[in-house]
Structure formats: C-alpha cells, structure tokens
T-cell receptor, first 114, second 112 residues
Framework: DTEVTQTPKHLVMGMTNKKSLKCEQH?????MYWYKQKAKKPPELMFV???????INESVPSRFSPECPNSSLLNLHLHALQPEDSALYLC?????????????FGPGTRLTVL | LAKTTQPISMDSYEGQEVNITCSHN???????ITWYQQFPSQGPRFIIQ???TKVTNEVASLFIPADRKSSTLSLPRVSLSDTAVYYC?????????????FGIGTKLQVIP
C-alpha cells in the first residue's frame, strides 16, 4: 500500500462549526505533514509530526489543532474558522530513511468556510 | 532553507522535450534536489530526486551541474497529460523530518 488517504474529500462548514480532517497511511512512514494550499499558490507547510510528536508548527492560528493518535493516523481539528481559511488541505508522509527522503501526498480535502 | 527560483510558466508542443530550470543559489552541502508534479485539485506527486550530476528514471531526467546552484528537469516527448505545475524543492532530513519549502512552481502547458 503506497497511498495516503484523506477524508473527507470536500467539506463545507460555517464559522461556528467544529470539524476534523483525517489522514491515513500504512507505509510505515514516521513523519506526517499538513499543508495548506490556496488557489494558484504552492503548498504551505502548517505542521510536521515526527515519530508521533509535533516537531513543527509554522505559526498556525490556534483554530487549527493537529493530532497524531498513532503512527498511521493524522487529524486536523478545525474550530471557529474564517472564510479566508478556505483552501485545499494536503496531508503527506515520509519514511525518514536516511538523509534523502520524499514526501507522499494525499489527494487533499477541499475546505470551504462560509 | 534554500530558496528556489523557477519560470512561472512554459508552453510546449506535444512530442517535444521540455527542460525546466530551477535556481537554488544558497543550496546547503547536505541538501538534495527534488521535483514534484501537481495536477489541479490533487496532491503533488514525486517525480525525481538527485544530489549531483545526472539522475534518470522512467519519467524524467535531472541534470545538476558541479556547483549545484541550479538544476534542470528534463521531460522527454511530453504529452497533453503532462500539463501540470512542476515544483523544485531543496532540502534534507533534519531533526526527524524533511525540511523543504515549495517555490512558486512552473506551470507547463502542453499544446496539441
């Protein structure tokens, strides 16, 4: 299995809602990443988990809350979002096999905040 | 993190070879160069990675000069399905994760 899966594929939520994005991989990768991508822009790193511990938080607002329950699963909890948070949210994983590495990306969750 | 510079867009006819050059003047000694392809509303997909000289796989070649301050992704005989955004990244595993930053990417349009 060489796939990163993300659910849901699309999500529409109001500014007062609480929702969660889910990411899963079964490749034994020990690093997992959340990226945010606005239209016609490159992906921007939000969070990195390494060995199930949060390693990087790129000054992301607290209305985004990541969680890594185990080595295969990564969640992003959303609360009180703003319309400008509408974007494609990408999850990725990497094996951390030595100095060279590649990230495997999921298909993304298209989030719309009304 | 090393910053990368790429052309914003390129056009090519089907069947031609396409070369996309990326500048990374402040690449660090331990950094690797990686290229990703992204179709609209999909996650980026790994194409090729290298450290120096030339690397070739079934889809592309990567040319890296001795000073490593630039790299060129070569796509042989492109087809319409190669229309996508191509990102050049430099980075290395450090502190238990891969430290890379996506540049603006090059939007390749293949014309029939």
């Amino acid at each position: 299995d060489t796939e990163v899966t993300q659910t849901p594929k699309h999500l529409v939520m109001g500014m007062t809602n609480k929702k969660s994005l889910k990411c899963e991989q079964h490749m034994g990768h020990r690093a997992m990443y959340w990226y945010k991508q606005k239209a016609k822009k490159p992906p921007e790193l939000m969070f990195v988990y390494s060995y199930e511990k949060l390693s990087i938080n790129e000054s992301v607002p607290s209305r985004f809350s990541p969680e890594c329950p185990n080595s295969s699963l990564l969640n992003l909890h959303l609360h009180a979002l703003q319309p400008e948070d509408s974007a494609l949210y990408l999850c990725a994983s990497s094996p951390l096999s030595g100095s060279t590495d590649t990230q495997y990306f999921g298909p993304g969750t298209r989030l719309t905040v009304l | 993190l090393a910053k990368t510079t790429q052309p914003i867009s390129m056009d090519s006819y089907e069947g031609q070879e396409v070369n996309i050059t990326c500048s990374h003047n402040n690449i660090a000694t331990n950094d690797y160069i990686t290229w990703y392809q992204q179709f609209p509303s999909q996650g980026p997909r790994f194409i090729i990675q290298g450290y120096k000289t030339k690397v070739t796989n079934e889809v592309a070649s990567l040319f890296i000069p001795a000073d490593r301050k630039s790299s060129t992704l070569s796509l042989p005989r492109v087809s319409l399905s190669d229309t996508a955004v191509y990102y050049c990244l430099v980075g290395v595993n450090s502190g238990g994760y891969q430290k890379v930053t996506f540049g603006i990417g090059t939007k390749l349009q293949v014309i029939p």
